[in-house]
């Protein structure tokens, strides 16, 4: 079996499953991983393994986001949504990693108790969105370039 992201109408998903995700009660297990200290509590999301692959080859910039332990909640969670591109949450996340402080991660960890009350923030992928992938291409700013 392949594995594939969530799509809204998808048929992997219980009536269970869907309560759990609702509530967010699915993310509880990964409160053991942050009290063994295999994730933080603020972080780039981990991803599939398979995703993994695929966006590191489309996207090199990924590689820099697996440096740093991943978290419960992070940048691209409050300011995005579950659905968000794989592209902007790797700017978001690689925001984070660029701009990190204890005070910002106190900042989204209360972003975060908002975000949970937030019912569109857990929606699924719609089946389009799945296979639309935009590699991210740097754009040159005349800061970089003085001479233009």
Known sequence: MKNKSVTSDD??????????????I??????????????????PRPEMLENVYEYTSELPEFEYRLRVKAGLTG?????????????????????????????KDIKLI????????KSDSTEAFGEKETEKFIPYVEEKTSEENPDE
């Open 26 to 43: 699915d993310e509880l297990p990964q409160f053991l991983n942050i009290l063994k200290g295999e994730m933080s509590v603020v972080g």
């Open 110 to 117: 209360l972003q975060t108790l908002i975000v949970f009350f």
């Open 75 to 103: 940048y691209a969670q409050i300011a995005g949504k579950y659905n968000t591109s794989p592209r902007d949450k790797l700017i978001l996340d690689l925001m984070y990693i660029e701009n990190y402080s204890i005070w």
């Open 11 to 24: 048929d992997r998903i219980t009536p269970v499953g869907k309560v759990l995700r609702k509530f967010r």
